[in-house]
């Protein structure tokens, strides 16, 4: 579809009159289950936190409609407001919308950056509780997943975003093929499982949990906030990029510190890019060592080297779904339950 006709259908789809379709939910360990998507479903497309163009969105959207769903694109996307997509007041608006909307069975974000902890506060999440969908993306949408689980128990996907749909779907490599595709069996409701390498600093064992995290400088700055992660008996995966050694070092203190690495059931080390050390200040300990000695006194498994990240290899991950964590001298393995 050329983006000039795809943009004109888009703005008639955000009025045309959508079909109701009605919706159950499940539950998975005090978790409620948004409802699969079916061909025919809507997902809204909004930017509650970074800017992003209309022509931008036009892979990901036309990929969704290949895959059978119907898309409504938010007045945010084109919207700019210095590095956000519309002002606080415009993303929140357009993200109400969507949250109301019992059309709109997911909500991708299209990119992230940083904003949505400036409009979190002032949602309403009524009508979202009694009609749940999927809201889905990651890096600075690890506020929503956060603010999900904390304070409403319900499931949400961590995967890329519109941002990283590619232009030509037919010359994307085979990984970044299944990253993406890897939504789709998320939102139709196939059970996840992934694998990942053998690590020297693996420490061996299995877990079962409930699944939550996302990126780390997002969750250290959510800590003692109504957003703020809860970890007790869960697996938590963490990633991260663009940040300094002893930034890193700083995260997992706060984790450490807070309580939130010694409840939990297991803990999964996705792809952390790091800047390279002014040569004054070199830090002197690598993210293995980091982490291997914030985690040292606790007996819970520990993955690194997951596919989650700010990389090629950011599989679709269910937060606060049922997970069974097994790290082995073979590898490791992450499997919905």
Same mark, same amino acid.
């Given at each position: 579809?050329?983006? =000039?006709?795809? +943009?004109?259908?888009?703005?008639?789809?955000?009025?045309?009159?959508? !079909? *109701?379709? %009605?919706?159950?939910? &499940?539950?998975?360990?005090?978790?409620?289950?948004?409802?699969?998507?079916?061909?025919?479903?809507?997902?809204?497309?909004?930017?509650?936190?970074?800017?992003?163009?209309?022509?931008?969105?036009?892979?990901?959207?036309?990929?969704?409609?290949?895959?059978?769903?119907?898309?409504?694109?938010?007045?945010?996307?084109?919207?700019?407001?210095?590095?956000?997509?519309?002002?606080?007041?415009?993303?929140?608006?357009?993200?109400?919308?969507?949250?109301?909307?019992?059309?709109?069975?997911?909500?991708?974000?299209?990119?992230?950056?940083?904003?949505?902890?400036?409009?979190?506060?002032?949602?309403?999440?009524?009508?979202?509780?009694?009609?749940? =969908?999927?809201? +889905?993306?990651?890096?600075?949408?690890?506020?929503?997943?956060?603010? !999900? *689980?904390? %304070?409403?128990?319900? &499931?949400?996907?961590?995967?890329?975003?519109?941002?990283?749909?590619?232009?030509?779907?037919?010359?994307?490599?085979?990984?970044?093929?299944?990253?993406?595709?890897?939504?789709?069996?998320?939102?139709?409701?196939?059970?996840?499982?992934?694998?990942?390498?053998?690590?020297?600093?693996?420490?061996?064992?299995?877990?079962?949990?409930?699944?939550?995290?996302?990126?780390?400088?997002?969750?250290?700055?959510?800590?003692?906030?109504?957003?703020?992660?809860?970890?007790?008996?869960?697996?938590?995966?963490?990633?991260?990029?663009?940040?300094?050694?002893?930034?890193?070092?700083?995260?997992?203190?706060?984790?450490?510190?807070?309580?939130?690495?010694?409840?939990?059931?297991?803990?999964?080390?996705?792809?952390?890019?790091?800047?390279?050390?002014?040569?004054?200040?070199?830090?002197?300990?690598?993210?293995?060592?980091?982490?291997?000695?914030?985690?040292?006194?606790?007996?819970?498994?520990?993955?690194?080297?997951?596919?989650?990240?700010?990389?090629?290899?950011?599989?679709?991950?269910?937060?606060?779904?049922?997970?069974?964590?097994?790290?082995?001298?073979?590898?490791?393995?992450?499997?919905?339950?």
């Amino acid at each position: 579809m050329k983006r =000039k006709k795809f +943009i004109a259908s888009a703005a008639a789809m955000a009025t045309a009159p959508f !079909l *109701q379709l %009605n919706a159950s939910t &499940a539950t998975s360990n005090k978790s409620t289950i948004p409802p699969y998507l079916k061909p025919g479903d809507m997902i809204g497309i909004t930017s509650p936190a970074g800017y992003t163009t209309r022509e931008a969105i036009i892979p990901a959207a036309t990929l969704l409609q290949q895959w059978g769903y119907k898309i409504r694109v938010g007045f945010t996307i084109g919207k700019k407001d210095h590095t956000f997509g519309g002002t606080d007041a415009e993303r929140l608006s357009d993200m109400q919308a969507l949250l109301d909307d019992p059309q709109i069975k997911a909500i991708m974000c299209a990119r992230g950056g940083y904003g949505s902890v400036r409009i979190v506060d002032g949602l309403n999440w009524e009508k979202f509780k009694a009609n749940p =969908k999927w809201i +889905i993306g990651f890096s600075d949408i690890t506020v929503l997943h956060s603010h !999900l *689980q904390r %304070n409403m128990g319900i &499931a949400s996907i961590h995967s890329k975003m519109c941002n990283s749909f590619p232009d030509i779907w037919d010359n994307a490599d085979a990984l970044q093929k299944d990253t993406i595709e890897s939504i789709k069996r998320a939102l139709a409701g196939d059970r996840m499982e992934y694998t990942a390498p053998v690590s020297n600093y693996n420490r061996n064992g299995k877990a079962k949990g409930p699944l939550v995290g996302g990126n780390l400088k997002t969750l250290e700055s959510l800590a003692g906030s109504t957003s703020d992660i809860e970890t007790e008996g869960k697996i938590l995966f963490v990633e991260d990029t663009g940040e300094y050694l002893y930034s890193v070092d700083r995260m997992f203190w706060n984790l450490k510190r807070t309580g939130k690495l010694s409840r939990l059931a297991g803990l999964i080390v996705g792809g952390i890019k790091v800047k390279q050390d002014d040569p004054s200040e070199y830090f002197g300990q690598t993210i293995y060592d980091i982490i291997t000695d914030k985690v040292k006194g606790y007996n819970y498994p520990v993955c690194f080297d997951f596919p989650v990240g700010h990389q090629i290899d950011n599989f679709a991950l269910k937060c606060g779904v049922m997970h069974e964590l097994s790290v082995q001298s073979a590898g490791s393995n992450l499997k919905e339950i």
